[in-house]
């Protein structure tokens, strides 16, 4: 008897997540590209010396549990590769950011819009300035700012860097944050360090918010 109440509890709560992911993703807005920007981004690349066949698109109005970072092929004309990404800490747990999540002052801890040119890769050395992680390791590439809202990226030390506590799997049930750096999954990490890395030319990242 013990055994299946054991089985009905754990249908149970398998069925409760289900429903709690589904809400989620139904509720929360999922990222959107639209032409408009895909054909600015490209004439951007084109003219300012990035790279002309590939883009990433971070879709911060989309909730942090969806993949809104998005690898673009000029080329093939759609997202090869996408991947969930943290948004900087506003100091709410909301799996949305909203306007007021975004800063390019230093210390706030949040994500800034625009554009940014990926730099060099490198070892983390600190989280947040004062965490040292030096001796764990893990590679990340440098965040220059292109726009006033961005611009003091490298000087707050954003990084598009990994995150051990993501996964790629859909888990809409907690906010992912982060001090204002682009944090994706390990193993998005790698695949996008492919694409850079092979690149002799910067690739092109834009983070927007889009409420509608």
């Known amino acids: ?16 997540i ?4 589904g809400a989620a993703l139904f509720l929360g807005k999922t990222p959107s590209l639209s032409s408009e920007r895909i054909n600015e981004a490209k004439t951007f690349a084109k003219e300012k010396g990035f790279n002309p066949d ?14 809104r970072f998005m690898l673009y092929s000029f080329k093939e004309d759609k997202v090869i590769y996408s991947c ?3 948004h900087g800490n506003d100091g709410s747990e909301k799996m949305e950011a909203t306007e007021q999540s975004f800063s390019n002052e230093k210390g706030s801890h949040k994500s800034s819009l ?16 004062a965490i040292d992680i030096s001796k764990l390791k893990v590679s990340c590439y440098e965040m220059h700012g292109l726009e006033k809202t961005n611009s003091n990226a490298h000087s707050r030390g954003i990084l598009l860097h990994p995150d051990p506590t993501m996964t790629n799997m859909p ?21 996008i360090s492919k694409y850079i890395g ?13 409420p509608s």
């Open 171 to 191: 888990t809409p049930l907690l906010p992912w944050h982060s001090f204002g750096c682009f944090s994706i999954p390990y193993s998005a990490f790698n695949t």
């Open 84 to 86: 969930k990404c943290a």
């Open 114 to 129: 625009g554009k940014y040119k990926i730099g060099k890769k490198r070892t983390m050395n600190t989280i947040d300035g």
């Open 54 to 67: 590939y883009c990433i698109f971070v879709d911060f109005s989309a909730y942090s549990g969806s993949k």
């Open 1 to 16: 008897m013990w055994k299946k109440k054991l089985i009905v509890i754990l249908l149970c709560i398998v069925a409760a």
């Open 198 to 210: 092979q690149s002799k030319k910067p690739i092109l990242l834009w983070a927007y918010y889009d």
């Open 18 to 21: 289900a429903i709690a992911m």
